[in-house]
C-alpha cells in the first residue's frame, strides 16, 4: 500500500459521551452529535486537492464498551463512513486512539501493559479490525492500532504491546498493510529507539513518526497541556524564530494573559515568568528549517541502518495550533511557513505525511467547511474548486 500524502479526520469517531464514574459505559448514541465531521463533497474537494489518503482516529472506548446489535451498529457506521471515503479515491489509514481525558477507557486501562486490565479486549478489537479491513477493500486499508503510546522511549513494555497487537491483526487479515511506531508518544525519539526487526517480519508493515518539533510553536496556546500551563499563556511565536522578537511574543503573551479573566493575578504572573525563560530560549536556539531537517534526519538515519525505504516511513502527524490574530497579524503566515518546511522537509527525504488535522485549531478547514487556501498552498496542493475558500 503506497501513501504519499494524507491528512486526520479527528473527530469523526471520537469525542464520546461516557457517563462518569463510578459508571464505565457511554450513553447512546456514543458520540457527540455537535462534533464536526467531514461530508462526502468535503472528501471529494480533498481528493481534487491532491490528498490521497485519509487518516480515520476512532476511539476504541464505544466499541469495546458495546455488545451485540449496538456494537454491530457502531461497526456499520465506521465501515460506511470508510466506504465514504474510499469513494472519493482516498485511501484510509484506520488509527486506534484511546482517549486519555476519560476515567475508564483510558491508553493506561487499554495497552499499558499486556497485563492491563482492558488489553484482552482491546486486542480482540484491533483483530476484528483487522480481519474487516482486509476482507472489506484490499489495498486500500491500513490499520494503525495504537496512537501515541505513553510508554517511555525504548521501553521493553511497548515492544511487547505492540508485538501482541500486531501479530494478533497479522494472524487475522494476512495481506493487510499495519502501521507501527516508537514509545513516547510516537515521537522521532521513540521511533529510533525502536528495534523494527521483529515487526518487518509481519510486512507489509509502514512506520508512524508525529512531529511537531519545537513544540513552543506547535503548540502556543494549547488549553490541554494544564502540565505546563506556559503553553497556554504563548502567543505570537514566531517561525522561523528570526521572523519575530522576544519583545513582540512578550506583548503578545501579555495582552493574551490580560484577556484571562479568571486566572489569578498570582498565578498568572508565575506562569508569565516560566512562559518569558522558555522563549528566551526559543530565541537563543534560533529554530529554523535547518532545525527541522536536523530531527528529520534522525528518522532516515535509522531507517538507513536497518534498510527500511523511505517509502515505508509516514509522517503520521504534524501540523501547528492557529495563534490568536487578535494579538499578532503575522500568525497565519507564520503558521503556514512552519507547515511548508516540515511538509518539504519530509518529502525531501522521501516519507509520506498526514497533517493534523481537518478540523479543530490545528485544522484545514474552519467551522464553515471552507479550506485555508495558505495551508493547502504550505502543504503543495492545489485549492479545490466549488465550496468557495
Known amino acids: 500500500m503506497v501513501l504519499r500524502r ?32 467531514p461530508t462526502g463533497d468535503d472528501l471529494r474537494r480533498l481528493a481534487e486537492a491532491g490528498f490521497d489518503f485519509v487518516r480515520l482516529p476512532v476511539d476504541p472506548g464505544p466499541f469495546v464498551a458495546a455488545t451485540g446489535a449496538r456494537r454491530a451498529q457502531l461497526l456499520g457506521q465506521l465501515f460506511s463512513a470508510i466506504d465514504l471515503c474510499l469513494s472519493a479515491r482516498l485511501a484510509v489509514v484506520l488509527n486506534l486512539q484511546a482517549n486519555a481525558a476519560t476515567h475508564h477507557f483510558t491508553p493506561e486501562s487499554f495497552y499499558g501493559s499486556t497485563a492491563a486490565p482492558l488489553f484482552g479486549a482491546y486486542r480482540d478489537l484491533v483483530a476484528e ?22 510508554q517511555a522511549c525504548g521501553a521493553l513494555n511497548w515492544d511487547r504491546v505492540q508485538g501482541v497487537l500486531l501479530g494478533a491483526a497479522r494472524a487475522a487479515a494476512p495481506g493487510l498493510t499495519l502501521v507501527a511506531t516508537g514509545a513516547c508518544g510516537g515521537m522521532a525519539s521513540g521511533l529510533t529507539a525502536l528495534d523494527p526487526a521483529p515487526i518487518r517480519r509481519l510486512a507489509p508493515v509502514l512506520f508512524s513518526v508525529h512531529f511537531y518539533e519545537p513544540y513552543l510553536f506547535t503548540h502556543q496556546g494549547a488549553t490541554w497541556m494544564t502540565g505546563e500551563p506556559f503553553y497556554r499563556a504563548l502567543n505570537g511565536v514566531p517561525w ?108 525531501a527525504l522521501g516519507f509520506a505525511w498526514a497533517f493534523w488535522n481537518l478540523f479543530d485549531g490545528l485544522g484545514l478547514m474552519d467551522d464553515e ?21
Open 6 to 37: 494524507g491528512i486526520s479526520l479527528w473527530p469523526w469517531f471520537s469525542l464520546t459521551r461516557e457517563f462518569p464514574a463510578p459508571r464505565t459505559d457511554y450513553d447512546w448514541p456514543p458520540f457527540q452529535s455537535d462534533r464536526p465531521v
Open 369 to 389: 467547511h471552507r479550506i485555508d487556501p495558505a495551508i493547502i498552498a504550505a502543504l503543495g496542493l492545489r485549492p479545490p474548486a466549488g465550496r468557495p475558500n
Open 240 to 347: 522561523p524564530a528570526a521572523q519575530g522578537s522576544l519583545d513582540g511574543t512578550l506583548a503578545a503573551v501579555r495582552a493574551r494573559m490580560r484577556a484571562d479573566t479568571v486566572t489569578p493575578p498570582a498565578e498568572k504572573a508565575e506562569t508569565f515568568r516560566l512562559t518569558e525563560a522558555k522563549l528566551r530560549e526559543y530565541f537563543a536556539a534560533d529554530p529554523d528549517r535547518r532545525f527541522l531537517d536536523r530531527h528529520l534526519a534522525d528518522v532516515k538515519t535509522w531507517a538507513d541502518l536497518y534498510g527500511i525505504p523511505a517509502g515505508e516511513i509516514l509522517m503520521g502527524e504534524f501540523g501547528a495550533l492557529r495563534s490568536d490574530a487578535r494579538y499578532v497579524a503575522s500568525a497565519p503566515a507564520d503558521r503556514a511557513r512552519y507547515v511548508r518546511d516540515v511538509r518539504e522537509g519530509a518529502e
Open 129 to 150: 479490525l483487522a480481519r474487516r479491513s482486509g476482507l472489506h477493500a484490499p489495498g486500500r486499508i491500513a490499520l494503525e492500532p495504537v496512537n501515541e503510546p505513553p
